[in-house]
């Protein structure tokens, strides 16, 4: 059983700083702090650390950020034969200001933007294999669009986490397994539907992130569930909701049932905030299933 991560591969920049600036002020920050990220990439080592065989595809660089990345990657045990590196291209990068207990992030796409049905096409056998096939909106539509519809032709399950939110097609939400929006990106997708409705339509398929109080889901025969969050002191959220998806797929990928498969990866995101930087704060399988077994034990 393996998983396949097909999207972007950053270098994230992050300042601390107490506060943010004002249009035309300058401030004082803390901190710098330079650390491998992309939401493709930050998916594939959640996943990875969780105990999956995971193989990331995505673009990268010639540069040294492409070389923070992959070296990354491979630390955490994630496969990089399908990492293409662009020549003359610089690397992605996300540029974020961590202030006042929240994060705010601007994205360079660079070789991110050259992720294509070729890229594709060459990780093919692999990704036709895969128990699932994790995707998010860092690449071209483009190549998410043949994706979505080459994986349903195969009989592929694909998990899609609708972010940075985009407009997506109906088509690609009928054919996903799994479409993991968080609030705010739910309501973009369905607009004028309530909360009710946008999980109702949509049962064991929509799974919705709802910031501090959990995640909830329509499940057949029971309607909404809303599986609490863990409540613990918050750090760094940079890639809390990709730890949720990389978790979400490993534990489905083991046939976790829904309710579990969502309280394994409320717990991989929960500590995954409670360190700096989206990749550093991912855990490892243990540290999950420790903290799954002392909640057991308050219960």
């Not at 249009?23 to 702090?33: K, Q, Y």
């Not at 650390?35 to 673009?59: D, F």
């Not at 036709?128 to 539509?141: D, F, G, K, R």
Request: aromatic share 6%; with cysteine; glycine share 10%.
């Amino acid at each position: 059983m393996h998983i396949a991560v097909i999207g972007s591969c950053n270098v994230d920049i992050t300042v601390e700083a107490q506060r943010r600036p004002h249009a035309g002020e300058t401030v004082m920050g803390d901190r710098l702090i330079v650390s491998p990220g992309g939401k493709g990439a930050n998916q594939a080592v959640a996943a990875a650390r969780l105990g999956a065989e995971v193989y990331m595809v995505g673009c990268i660089g010639d540069d040294d950020y492409g070389r923070i990345i992959t070296d990354s990657l491979k630390e955490s045990h994630v496969h990089t034969d399908y990492v293409f590196t662009r020549k003359g291209t610089t690397t992605g990068t996300a540029h974020i200001t961590l202030a006042e207990g929240d994060n705010s992030i601007i994205v360079i796409k660079g070789a991110n933007a050259e992720v294509g049905p070729e890229e594709v096409d060459r990780a093919w056998d692999m990704i036709s294999t895969a128990e699932i096939v994790l995707l998010q909106y860092e690449i071209p539509m483009e190549t998410i669009d043949y994706v979505v519809k080459k994986c349903a032709e195969a009989g592929v399950k694909v998990l899609l986490n609708p972010a940075p939110f985009a407009d997506t097609p109906e088509e690609w939400m009928e054919k996903a397994s799994y479409i993991t929006p968080n609030e705010h990106e739910a309501k973009l997708m369905f607009p004028g539907m309530s909360r009710s409705e946008i999980l109702s339509a949509h049962p064991d398929k929509l799974i919705m992130t709802i910031g501090g109080d959990g995640v909830a889901f329509a499940h057949e025969g029971e309607g909404e569930v809303v599986v609490p969050g863990f409540k613990v002191p918050v750090k760094d959220t940079t890639g809390a909701g990709d730890t949720f998806n990389g978790a979400f797929a490993v534990a489905r990928a083991e046939k976790q049932p829904m309710k579990d498969a969502v309280r394994f990866a409320n717990a991989a995101a929960a500590l995954s905030v409670q360190k700096i930087g989206a990749q550093g704060g991912m855990p490892w399988r243990s540290e999950v299933e420790e903290m799954l077994s002392c909640k057991k034990q308050e219960f």
